[in-house]
């Protein structure tokens, strides 16, 4: 692969500035297409080599910066008997739920299908809703035509599947979701 100069000269730029400035000094006179990456002198780049390994050298601090959930052992959480109990007791109990609701509303399409621990729920052209178990994972994973896909854990104190990333629960996001979209409240928990 073959890296232009310029490219070369922009990552050097960028590395000096982030690591080193006072190493270089930049002369609008001599910069090409207004930027200022032709301006540095080789004499001034010369002690790099030390500071560039310390530079990599470094920790990241990616992982403190990190607004993503954190790290859990599923495996440490429950039991995979007690997991397949509360995932497959609430599969269950929203198909029975679902059902009720689907004879309660008028919905060209509605139907509801459980098979190999996968829950699918369609409501016709207001889209599909799939809720299904993941073992490994200890999570019950739902795919929403509203909010897209989410990942639930059991909480233990709360007695609920809850979406890590925002707190939000399993049973509150589908009603909140099914009487937006069907105009008709429904009552999960």
Same mark, same amino acid.
């Given at each position: 692969?073959?890296?232009?100069?310029?490219?070369?000269?922009?990552?050097?730029?960028?590395?000096?500035?982030?690591?080193?400035?006072?190493?270089?000094?930049?002369?609008? !006179? /001599?910069?090409?297409?207004?930027?200022? =990456? +032709?301006?540095?002198?080789?004499?001034? *780049?010369? @002690? &790099?080599?030390?500071? #560039?390994?310390?530079?990599?050298?470094?920790?990241?601090?990616?992982?403190?910066?990190?607004?993503?959930?954190?790290?859990?052992?599923? !495996? /440490?959480?429950?039991?995979?008997?007690? =997991? +397949?109990?509360?995932?497959?007791?609430? *599969?269950? @109990? &929203?198909?029975?739920? #679902?059902?009720?609701?689907?004879?309660?509303?008028?919905?060209?399409?509605?139907?509801?299908?459980?098979?190999?621990?996968?829950?699918?729920?369609?409501?016709?052209?207001?889209?599909?809703?799939?809720?299904?178990?993941?073992?490994?994972?200890?999570? &019950?994973?739902?795919?929403?035509?509203?909010?897209?896909?989410?990942?639930?854990?059991?909480?233990?104190?709360?007695?609920?599947?809850?979406?890590?990333?925002?707190?939000?629960?399993?049973?509150?996001?589908?009603?909140?979701?099914?009487?937006?979209?069907?105009?008709?409240?429904?009552?999960?928990?």
């Amino acid at each position: 692969m073959m890296v232009s100069k310029v490219l070369l000269q922009r990552r050097l730029f960028r590395f000096l500035q982030q690591s080193t400035p006072s190493l270089c000094s930049f002369s609008s !006179s /001599s910069s090409i297409d207004g930027s200022p =990456f +032709h301006s540095v002198k080789a004499t001034e *780049i010369s @002690g &790099l080599s030390s500071s #560039f390994r310390s530079f990599c050298s470094q920790k990241s601090n990616l992982v403190a910066e990190s607004h993503g959930p954190a790290p859990i052992d599923y !495996s /440490s959480l429950l039991q995979e008997a007690e =997991f +397949h109990r509360l995932a497959e007791s609430t *599969i269950q @109990g &929203l198909q029975e739920k #679902f059902e009720d609701y689907g004879d309660s509303i008028d919905l060209d399409g509605f139907d509801i299908d459980y098979g190999n621990d996968v829950l699918t729920v369609k409501l016709g052209e207001l889209g599909t809703y799939v809720l299904n178990k993941q073992t490994p994972n200890r999570q &019950l994973w739902l795919s929403s035509p509203v909010s897209g896909p989410s990942r639930f854990d059991w909480d233990q104190d709360t007695k609920a599947w809850v979406y890590r990333r925002n707190k939000a629960k399993l049973y509150k996001i589908l009603e909140d979701e099914l009487e937006q979209l069907c105009g008709k409240p429904i009552v999960l928990s």
